[in-house]
Nanobody
């Protein structure tokens, strides 16, 4: 059974940084890709970053130049470095992990950016 857990969320002032991590356990052959999504209250869930491991990335225009997805130091982890955060970045951030020819979602981590 694959389990996906996000961590690293929190409260930060505008202009600050946070680093999220997505960790997958129970995979047979490891992660192949991860998508980071976010959902703010009253809004639809949106895709903000994609990484096909080890390093092929794509970003939404709203975060391009500020967010960076990368393979984590630990096995089967992917990080999302978020810089120059804005209040509009406040949302629950979800990791969508591709492993074992299937897709698995984490429960999310809250990011709040104060103005």
């Amino acid at each position: 059974q694959v389990r996906v857990v996000e961590s690293g969320g929190g409260l930060v002032q505008a202009g600050g940084s946070l680093r999220l991590s997505c960790a997958a356990s129970g995979t047979t052959f490891g992660l192949t890709a991860v998508d980071w999504h976010r959902q703010a209250p009253g809004k639809q869930r949106e895709l903000v970053a994609e990484i096909s491991l080890p390093s092929a990335t794509h970003y939404a225009d709203s975060v391009k130049g500020r967010f960076t997805a990368s393979e984590g130091n630990a096995k089967n982890t992917v990080d999302l470095q978020m810089n120059a955060l804005k209040p509009d970045d406040s949302a629950i951030y979800y990791c969508k992990a591709y492993a074992n020819s299937n897709v698995f979602w984490g429960r999310g981590t809250q990011v709040t950016v104060s103005s």
